[in-house]
T-cell receptor, first 114, second 109 residues
Framework: DTGVSQDPRHKITKRGQNVTFRCDPI?????LYWYRQTLGQGPEFLTY????????KSRLLSDRFSAERPKGSFSTLEIQRTEQGDSAMYLC????????????FGPGTRLLVL | DQQVKQNSPSLSVQEGRISILNCDYT??????FLWYKKYPAEGPTFLIS?????DKNEDGRFTVFLNKSAKHLSLHIVPSQPGDSAVYFC????????FGTGTKLQVIP
């Protein structure tokens, strides 16, 4: 399977704990995106990388959130001191620049903060 | 400020008939528009896109129409099949992709 993969698929944590999610994009794609989706909403942009450079961050990405893509391949999204409002589906997508309009999504990581 | 709006949260269509999903946007800077389909417990799957310089793009049973003057686009699925039952997201690109809230399509056999 050469699609976008995400790990874990589900995560349950207690408020105040740190969590880290991983995304492996399609191998030749140089752009990688993180989105958050809550019930009844479409995916909301969080941040994106071109290769290893993080080029844009949404104001939704508070200082408790950090994303990395150290070697321009896989990416991690860490949430520190989780809050109940962080409960959502976290989606990763990748695309091949300059065709950034065609983004391919992973299955997502569903986070529940108790 | 919801820049991409899908005002119909749900739509039911008989198998074999046409499904028309609508989307409105406010930002005239968007240069690409996209439709994604999402099944439960899966990420969105890209369906079809259209550049802002075109008014129609067709791919098999799926056609997207763009009316720039009205800031409106629509996705037509003909003929509709039960496997098309899913949530459809309209999205628009200008520097980053902005998604609508989705329309749940149910195709009734």
């Amino acid at each position: 399977d050469t699609g976008v993969s995400q790990d874990p698929r589900h995560k349950i944590t207690k408020r105040g704990q740190n969590v880290t999610f991983r995304c492996d994009p399609i191998s030749e794609h140089n752009r990688l995106y993180w989105y958050r989706q809550t019930l009844g909403q479409g995916p909301e942009f969080l941040t994106y990388f071109q290769n290893e450079a993080q080029l844009e961050k949404s104001r939704l990405l508070s200082d408790r959130f950090s994303a990395e893509r150290p070697k321009g391949s896989f990416s991690t999204l860490e949430i520190q001191r989780t809050e109940q409002g962080d409960s959502a589906m976290y989606l990763c997508a990748s695309s091949l620049d300059p065709q950034q309009e065609t983004q391919y999504f992973g299955p997502g990581t569903r986070l529940l903060v108790l | 400020d919801q820049q991409v709006k899908q005002n119909s949260p749900s739509l039911s269509v008989q198998e074999g008939r046409i499904s028309i999903l609508n989307c409105d946007y406010t930002n005239s800077m968007f240069d690409y528009f996209l439709w994604y389909k999402k099944y439960p417990a899966e990420g969105p799957t890209f369906l079809i896109s259209i550049s802002s310089i075109k008014d129609k793009n067709e791919d098999g049973r799926f056609t997207v129409f763009l009316n720039k003057s009205a800031k409106h686009l629509s996705l037509h699925i003909v003929p509709s099949q039960p496997g098309d039952s899913a949530v459809y997201f309209c999205a628009a690109l200008y520097q980053k992709v902005t998604f609508g809230t989705g329309t749940k399509l149910q195709v009734i056999p």
